[in-house]
């Protein structure tokens, strides 16, 4: 006789629950402020007292050095950037987190239970008067290092720093400590997935421009790989910096040359323009909006702008004492080939066709037009908005261009405000 047995399986402990949750989570490569939210959350759900996690991690961006990520029981998430400075702030040198880099240890805890207790970081003190009892951190490192190698708290490797933070009367029991510390693991791979993402979209963008960093990270990446798009097509450059570089200290010269582009780069961005690469003291820029007539207001509008913002530089740098420089502006219009030219180990996304070299042409009549702003009879026709006076500067040949080009320039009254940048 055969007989049936059934067999009970154990609940799986709540642990292995929150694992499998992350584990997900870091496959539908959700992002890290979700991904902490939820966690809290279900940290709560297990009976885990639990008034702030705090999140720290490092960031590879120009802009911030790291970024921080709160959660509080009462009102839910929060991040801030941690802006780069020369000297570290005072914040973090009194931080236990700070302590747990500097002393090398693997965690640090605080219990704040106790009648009259007062501790040496001003944060503990903070928290418990907003009523915490306990306090536990931690940190994990996403690089595998030599055992024998200390730590630099001012240069710390890449990893994440995490607090938590109980309100409970007893603070947090072993086994509350105990989960947490199973699942660290889990929730640091999650953590250096997210931010692995992240950093990739922040260098593309900022190394490649918003728009090709963009198609590059969403796999555009095969070389000659292309599409056709009709665009206008801008080059700016600085005037007279050839001149500057020879009487300019090297370090002034980059500062000099970094507030100017700050300004460009602001304007084209902010008229929905994509910069794509810099050339020396000048750079190539593209708008491609819905439609060419929208491209080519937001271009000339980018124009007039940079007019106004560039006369208001120069006009603080001469009162500061330094050094100015005005600017060259070429626009045309057309047909170009959008994607990834080079060879198999160094690729460019950039832009390449008949318009590109016209508009290129155009940025070599400044000098002798005597515009610093010259724009094609393809940007004249596009232009539907009427705000912009474009006026004629008569038909040229232009070299390696078959056929003459009427060429324009938009029309500035004499003595305005903006007059300063208008030299060529």
């Not at 007989?3 to 997900?24: I, R």
């Not at 929730?187 to 090709?212: F, H, I």
């Not at 555009?220 to 600085?238: K, P, T």
């Not at 009549?365 to 596009?382: E, L, W």
Request: hydrophobic residues 35%; charged residues 20%.
């Amino acid at each position: 006789m055969i007989q049936n047995t059934l067999s009970l399986s154990a609940e799986p402990h709540p642990s292995e629950t929150l694992k499998a949750w992350l584990l997900q989570q870091g496959l539908d490569g959700t992002s890290r402020s979700d991904v902490l939210q939820g966690y809290c959350q279900r940290l709560v759900d297990l009976g885990i007292p639990l008034m702030r996690v705090h999140v720290a991690q490092r960031a590879y961006n120009p802009q911030f050095g790291g970024i921080g990520f709160d959660w509080l029981r009462k009102s839910g998430m929060s991040h801030q950037h941690y802006e780069r400075t020369e000297l570290p702030v005072k914040q973090w040198l009194s931080s236990p987190m700070f302590h747990l880099l500097e002393t090398d240890q693997q965690e640090y805890r605080e219990r704040m239970t106790q009648t009259g207790h007062h501790s040496r970081f001003p944060l503990l003190n903070t928290l418990k008067t907003d009523g915490a009892t306990d306090y536990f951190a931690t940190g994990l490192l996403f690089e595998k290092r030599k055992p024998e190698e200390k730590i630099d708290p001012l240069d710390a490797p890449e990893g994440v720093l995490i607090s938590w933070t109980s309100d409970g009367t007893n603070g947090f029991s072993d086994g509350d400590l105990d989960l947490i510390r199973s699942v660290n693991p889990y929730l640091g791979l999650v953590l250096k997935s997210s931010s692995n993402r992240q950093m990739a979209r922040d260098l593309l963008s900022v190394y490649l421009g918003r728009d090709a960093g963009r198609r590059v990270l969403s796999g555009e990446i095969q070389r000659g790989s292309s599409q056709q798009v009709n665009a206008v097509i801008c080059y700016f450059d600085l005037t007279g910096f050839t001149e500057l570089a020879e009487q300019t200290p090297g370090q002034d010269l980059i500062d000099m040359l970094n507030e100017y582009f700050a300004v460009a780069v602001s304007v084209i961005q902010e008229n929905g323009g994509n910069i794509l690469k810099f050339m020396g003291d000048g750079m190539l820029t593209m708008f491609n909006l819905e439609t060419i007539e929208s491209a080519t207001d937001a271009a000339l509008e980018a124009a007039t702008t940079l007019r106004q913002q560039i006369a208001a530089l120069n006009q603080q740098r001469e009162q500061d004492g330094l050094p100015t420089t005005g600017f060259t502006l070429a626009l045309h219009a057309g047909d170009i080939l959008y994607g990834n030219i080079g060879a198999e180990n160094r690729l460019d996304f950039t832009v390449i066709g008949p318009a590109v070299n016209l508009t290129a042409r155009l940025s070599g009549m400044h000098r002798t037009i005597g515009q610093n702003i010259i724009v094609s009879d393809k940007i004249f026709a596009a232009s539907r908005s009427g705000r912009y006076d474009l006026v004629s500067l008569g038909r040229y040949m232009l070299r390696g261009i078959s056929e003459p080009q009427e060429l324009y320039t938009v029309y500035q009254r004499a003595g305005s405000k903006d007059q300063a940048s208008s030299k060529p």
